[in-house]
């Protein structure tokens, strides 16, 4: 999947080639060819990522997030800033961290979006606690952690959805291995996409460490989501509690 190519061109191409077929010579239908494939592979490789993180994510954009507040708005355009950096594909990381709840996932599936069907780039999409069972069932197996560590260092960009166990730190094995990989990207210059449930810098560095907060920190674009959850906004009011029927007024 060739990245760098704004999707929009593509479609003028081929829009262009079919307004205009008995002019094409056999390379233009070639390049033609190339383009619907292009087209095409991107929104296959967008569908694997909605696959692997859920359909709930599935219709999700920048223009449909819920901006509430002046803190929601500040983050929106702190994440079309880092799109409007990103042109031909994206050269730095993104950081999301706040609350549970708070729309960072949206936030993180609607860049993806972008980045993968404008731009073409190959992402890998990880769960944070299934990204760290992976490893150790690679290493059950037999099949050793290095050739997944590899696949996860090396691949175009690497999206993470908050590595953090509910409560408390990483171990000191995960911590080793989430370093790695971090170590490894930040070498090659590879971004890093992630979410993470903190409520501040502070406890980012102390859960992850300070070494792979810093990695993950490193030449990306931090956003804060610090406001209430979503979820709690939402939530249904309780229904009053029915009157036993004693008290309820006898008419005469």
């Known amino acids: 999947m060739k990245e760098g190519i704004d999707a929009t061109e593509l479609i003028d191409q081929i829009k262009f080639a079919n307004e205009h077929e008995e002019m094409l010579t056999p390379k233009d239908r070639f390049e033609m060819r190339q383009c619907s494939h292009a087209l095409s592979s991107r929104r296959f490789h967008f569908t694997d990522v909605i696959r692997d993180a859920g359909e709930r994510y599935a219709d999700v954009t ?3 997030f819920d901006c509430p507040s002046d803190d929601h708005r ?4 702190a994440v ?14 993104l950081l999301l ?16 979006r972008v980045l993968i069907h404008k731009w073409g780039t190959e992402c890998r999409w990880n769960d944070g606690q299934q990204f ?21 260092s090396r691949c175009r960009l690497l999206a993470i959805s908050d590595p953090l166990p509910a409560a ?6 995960q911590m080793n291995v989430f370093g ?20 501040s810098r502070a406890e980012l560095y102390d859960r992850l460490g300070d070494r792979n907060a810093d990695r993950l920190c490193e030449d990306a ?3 804060p989501c610090n406001w209430s959850s979503y979820r709690q906004r939402t939530r249904p009011l309780a229904m009053p509690a029915a009157t036993p029927m004693n008290q309820i007024p006898q008419t005469a």
């Open 62 to 64: 920048i223009d449909n």
């Open 74 to 77: 500040k983050a929106l355009e």
């Open 80 to 93: 079309k800033g880092y799109l409007q950096a990103s042109t031909g594909g994206p050269r730095r990381g």
């Open 97 to 112: 961290i706040g609350p549970t709840g708070t729309g960072k996932d949206h936030l993180m599936m609607s860049v993806l």
């Open 132 to 152: 760290f069972s992976d490893v150790r069932n690679a290493y059950a197996e037999n099949e050793g952690e290095s050739s997944l560590l590899n696949e996860l």
């Open 168 to 173: 408390g730190r990483l171990t000191d094995h």
């Open 180 to 199: 790695i990989v971090m170590d490894r990207r930040s070498r090659s210059m590879l971004p890093t996409i992630a979410t993470v449930n903190v409520a």
């Open 221 to 223: 674009v931090v956003v």
